[in-house]
């Protein structure tokens, strides 16, 4: 429990200190505090869910691959960057060294653009480093994927939004359901038309090219093959639940850019929506979570701007 502990102690004491330098971190500190994150979560020993399953499919699947075959068998983007570490003959700490640089990364922009990126830090700490990024490695790259994609769209740039998000979907097909996200960001409706255009195609495409995986995934999570149950979904939905309510009701205090409010908006509403169905698909609602778990970090470091009062921090 040390490395656990030390590693959540540091943005801890740090968000305390958020006036210490000119900038909103100390960025020498900053930086060491990522290059320590970096080594807790590539080095693990045989810790997380996935941990065992990609080691074996490094050992034993990857002999056939095609590079130019699409098809499902894992993900396809996964399964090419495993197939390139075995080509090279490397082992399988490369694998997690390269999605927790892509994770780290997307981490780090998502932190740093609040009032209090440590305090952020503090917040993604149980639920996304220590769950997602630990224990689900392919959506955690593909969650940062979409933390690039949302900064695209959010400074307009629709190409690399949907750029970002298709690479996302080779890692973790789940990420297909954010091509949909431009359609409520637009504000002409000729515009909300192409968009769901290009977005409704790009999803047949991937779903015609991935049928069978994407049937055998609904068959898990949502028809007669459903057997998972995510214990603790109840009570980090009802939790995320509650604050997603929150932020809609105080979100025109948190002085957010007319994108990044709609898309924050956005995913409370989808969250929102999401509860109801952990009565049912628990695993289901608490993979999804994970999408829109940011919403906490958005609200958590903007609450003070509900008061009046402004909140002292030790600087």
Known sequence: MTPYFFIFTIPILSSLFPKISKNKVFIPGWYLYLFTLFIFIALRENIGG?????????????????????????????????????????????????????????????????????????????????????????????FSFLIFAIYAIINNKYTSFFFLIFIGTLFHKSLVLFFLLPFFLTS??????????????????????MKEEFQRLFFIFL??????????????????????????????????ERNEKIIWQIFALASIALFPLVFYYSTLVDRLMYYFYPIQIIFFTRFYMISNFDIKFIN
């Open 223 to 256: 028809g007669e093959g459903l057997y998972f149950e995510s214990k603790g979904a109840f009570f980090r939905s009802l939790f995320n639940t509650l604050v997603c309510f929150l932020f809609l009701f105080f979100s025109k205090k948190f002085n957010l």
């Open 50 to 142: 996935d941990w065992v399953n990609y080691k074996y499919i490094l050992d034993n699947r990857l002999n056939t691959f095609n590079f130019l075959n699409l098809e499902y068998r894992s993900e396809y983007l996964f399964e090419l960057i495993l197939w390139v570490i075995k080509k090279l003959d490397l082992n399988i700490y490369f694998f997690f060294g390269f999605s927790s640089v892509i994770f780290i990364l997307a981490l780090s922009i998502i932190c740093l653009n609040q009032p209090n990126p440590w305090l952020a830090i503090v917040i993604s700490f149980p639920f996304l480093i220590n769950l997602l990024s630990i224990g689900y490695t392919r959506q955690s790259i593909a």
């Open 188 to 209: 002409g409706l000729t515009k909300k038309i192409i968009f769901f255009i290009i977005s409704s195609l790009i999803i047949l495409i991937l779903y015609l090219n």
